[in-house]
């Protein structure tokens, strides 16, 4: 059975490395790019199961990636982080609730759970 | 100055402090996440080693050398942040301005980032002394920075530089000029009436599509009555 795909958007670079390292360590199948662009070209080349965004990010936001993938992929699970804790400054209209949100700094084993992944694919 | 003035510049400069050490609280944060991160993964490779496999020691040097950059990059903001809040100590003392703009810079550069723009600024030929209030300072320096990032897209690029003369010194910035409206007219007001309380006063210059602003500040105490107040 193929490993479970997860692409990460960050421009925290050293952060989503070390996220990729983490998550092949369970053996999952894990990427990572730095900005949404780069991301919505890997989903036109390679098809993922989820994606993990950061929710502020130079240039495309994770919000604008989220509506990307919302029309261009519907079938992949995606997950937003932020470390904005305040949840008014970042309150878009497209966040109807129907996507999960990941409040930085957050455990592997919280980020497994909200993409809906077991432990080793 | 009237009471409802004074209470005006409070106001500025106390959101000038808030959108300051919120963008940094977001950049600890960020460092705290990946530290938090190395941290777990090598409890993974020490899990992992107890369970029978073996962690090469490239791996360790990685995790030793992430921790290394990020714990170094935390000390940065934190001593940042720490002078950032010291500067509403005293309305009036010397200042390094090389120093200071570096400084304030390295907090402005996320902004700079979030716009995907660039921004240029050449060391300070030789150190530069002048007497003044800090924080009204930085808080001049940084809505000049914000008016030219309000109208970057994505590649422009944002200029900044120091220079000395006998009367004081001179901090010019050019960027992109934004469309004419009450925004830009309230923003510009701003920024004269802030530099207007340091005793100085504000150049500004277009062309081709690029505004320049200089911020002229006195080296020598302003006068009585124009004083920054808190």
């Known amino acids: ?121 | 100055m009237d009471e409802a003035n004074t209470e005006r510049r409070r106001d500025t400069g106390l959101a000038f402090f808030g959108a300051v050490t919120a963008g940094i609280s977001h950049d600890l944060n960020n460092v705290i996440s990946t530290i938090d991160q190395v941290t777990g993964l090598l409890a993974d490779l020490v899990a992992g080693a107890e369970a029978g496999r073996p962690v090469p020691l490239e791996r360790l040097q990685t995790v030793q050398e992430r921790l290394r950059r990020q714990t170094t990059r935390g000390a940065g903001i934190i001593k940042r942040l720490n002078t950032f809040a010291h500067s509403t100590d005293e309305l009036r003392r010397e200042i390094s301005l090389d120093v200071l703009l570096a400084d304030l810079l390295a907090i402005g550069q996320r902004y700079v980032d979030l716009r995907k723009a660039r921004l240029e600024a050449p060391a300070a030929p030789a150190p530069l002394r002048i007497v003044g209030d800090p924080f009204r300072l930085q808080q001049a320096i940084f809505a000049a920075l914000q008016r030219l990032l309000g109208s970057a897209e994505s590649g422009d690029t944002i200029t900044v530089a120091l220079a000395g003369g006998k009367d004081g010194a001179a901090v010019t910035l050019t960027g992109p000029l934004g469309a004419a409206g009450s925004d830009q007219d309230a923003g510009r007001a701003q920024l004269e009436g802030l530099l207007a309380g340091l005793g100085g006063r504000l150049e500004r210059s277009v062309a081709a599509d690029r505004e320049t602003l200089v911020l002229r500040i006195p080296g020598e105490p302003p006068p009585a009555g124009g004083g920054a107040e808190a």
Do not use: N
Not at chain 1, 37 to 58: N, Q, T
Not at chain 1, 59 to 74: A, C, K, N, Q, Y
Not at chain 1, 96 to 114: H, M, N, Q, R, V
């Open chain 1, 1 to 121: 059975m193929a490993a479970f795909r997860i692409l990460l958007i960050d421009d925290e670079e050293e952060l989503i490395t070390t996220l990729v390292d983490r998550l092949e360590f369970r053996g999952l199948a894990a990427e990572a790019v730095t900005s949404g662009s780069a991301a919505l070209a890997r989903l036109r080349e390679e098809s993922f199961d989820a994606v993990v965004a950061d929710l502020k990010m130079p240039g495309m936001s994770g919000t604008e990636v989220l509506d990307r993938i919302r029309r261009e992929h519907p079938d992949i699970r995606v997950l937003l982080i932020t470390g904005h804790g305040s949840g008014q400054e970042e309150t878009p209209e497209i966040l109807d609730g129907t996507y999960a949100i990941l409040l930085k700094p957050f455990s592997i084993d919280a980020l497994l759970e909200k993409l809906g992944v077991g432990q080793d694919g």
